[in-house]
């Protein structure tokens, strides 16, 4: 395996900041529950087994249940506003929109330019109350997640390595591995840019991760959330007139590119929300369906994944050449060749080696999910009922 050593000094620095952090009696919150003997014991055992683990831990289960028991009782009386978050580990802030819920028409009209077979017919869609991400997520913010305690690194099924040193809840949500290749490309990793190159898992774990660190719950946003949050009460093709997408979009019909911009560089859509079209496209909860919407519920639909591949991206990215990937409706789905020069076997189940237009942003629903659901959102995008079995 290749390690990354050489960056911008971003990565120096957080180091330095979440070594301080972690160290510091101040900055360490106790939990209400002492970490189980036997969380520590099982997972000792399935280190042992590596990647010959064939079935998901009792302890991943009731670390959900037990994040989801902080969540409610910090979600008491929760105010529906715009708020700004921190990311204890090096104070960093992040900003998340209130977008009230409602009924739309999900998808496009067959007369819409550009449109694919696979939006299908429009659909009738209602969705509840939800905050979103201001922004995609920027590399300051992951990393804090993904280069969190390095002696921790976790084995493909995310087992922990040293369980016996994971002495908080946070501590026991699974870590990527370290990157083979820069994830960024030289494309930059300063603040501001956004996050890309990882796996819809990698973006699933670090939903629970900051839902651990905050109470809040986190998670990636439904394919119906993202679509009614990208139009933001328009109907057309975009969320801006056609001759203004320029404006908004960071892509290369309107300049030609070899990189992502700083997220919030364009104008945000008529909702306040920065680079719904174009930049980076953003991982969905949903699997992918090429019938689009057909068996879905009305009310908040989710497709859940039954494979690895293909999972829904929205939005289009700063490498797509033509306007009609930056449709409000239109959607692209995951490939196993967007790690096809992974040089791992197994390859990774956290990183994307040709996907460097790839990244996510924050949904937090109102509504807080059973322990059930709430673990399936946060593993849908890891091993599948054909490789990886509960207990």
């Known amino acids: 395996m290749i390690i990354l050593t050489k960056k911008t000094g971003l990565i120096a620095r957080l180091f330095c900041v979440l070594a301080i952090t972690l160290l510091s009696p101040s900055s360490v919150r106790a939990d209400k529950k002492p970490i189980p003997k036997a969380w520590i014991e099982e997972a ?46 090096g104070d960093i802030p992040y900003e998340m929109l209130a977008i009230k819920g409602g009924t739309f028409l999900m998808g496009s009209p067959p007369d819409e ?18 905050w979103m991400g ?35 809840e946070v501590d026991w949500v699974s870590a990527p591995t370290e990157y083979y290749m820069p994830p960024d490309v030289g494309m930059g990793m ?20 900051l839902s651990a660190l905050t109470g809040h719950f986190y998670r990636l946003p439904t394919e119906a959330e993202w679509e ?7 109907t057309g093709p975009f969320s801006c007139e056609a001759d203004n997408l ?18 919030g560089t364009m104008r945000p859509n008529p909702w306040g929300l920065y680079d719904m079209h174009g930049n980076v496209l953003e991982w969905c909860l949903d ?27 929205r939005g289009g990215s700063w490498y797509d050449d033509d306007p009609s990937y930056f449709r409000s409706a239109a959607r692209l789905f995951s490939d196993s060749n967007w790690n096809l020069q992974d040089p791992q076997l197994p ?45």
Request: proline letters at 5%.
């Open 287 to 313: 699997g992918y369906s090429k019938s689009g919407y057909d068996g879905l519920p009305s009310v908040d639909p989710w497709r859940k994944a039954k494979e690895r591949y293909p999972r829904i991206v």
């Open 44 to 89: 000792e055992e399935d280190r042992k087994e590596g990647n010959a683990l064939k079935t998901i831990p009792n302890y991943e289960l009731q670390l959900v249940e037990r994040i989801r028991e902080n969540i409610i009782a910090s979600s008491q009386n929760a105010k529906f506003s715009d708020y700004t978050g921190k990311i204890e580990v």
């Open 347 to 391: 390859r990774s189940l956290w990183w994307l080696v040709d996907a460097q237009w790839v990244g996510f942003r924050l949904v937090r629903p109102v509504e807080i999910p059973s322990t059930k659901v709430m673990f399936e959102m946060w593993n849908t995008g890891a091993i599948h009922g054909e490789e990886l079995k509960t207990k």
């Open 228 to 234: 009614y949050a990208c139009r933001a009460g328009t």
């Open 113 to 130: 330019k550009g449109r694919k077979n696979d939006e299908g017919l429009q659909k009738k869609v209602t969705v509840s109350d939800f």
């Open 190 to 209: 300063d603040d501001g840019f956004p996050a890309v190159g990882m796996t819809q898992h990698s973006a699933n774990k670090f939903c629970q991760w």
């Open 246 to 263: 320029g404006a908004h979009a960071v892509g290369d019909p309107y300049q030609v590119r070899d990189r992502y911009e700083k997220v």
């Open 134 to 168: 201001k922004n995609e997520v920027i590399w300051t913010q992951f990393i804090a997640y993904s280069d969190r305690k390095k002696e921790q690194i976790r084995n493909r099924t995310g087992t922990p390595r040293t369980p016996a040193a994971l002495d908080r």
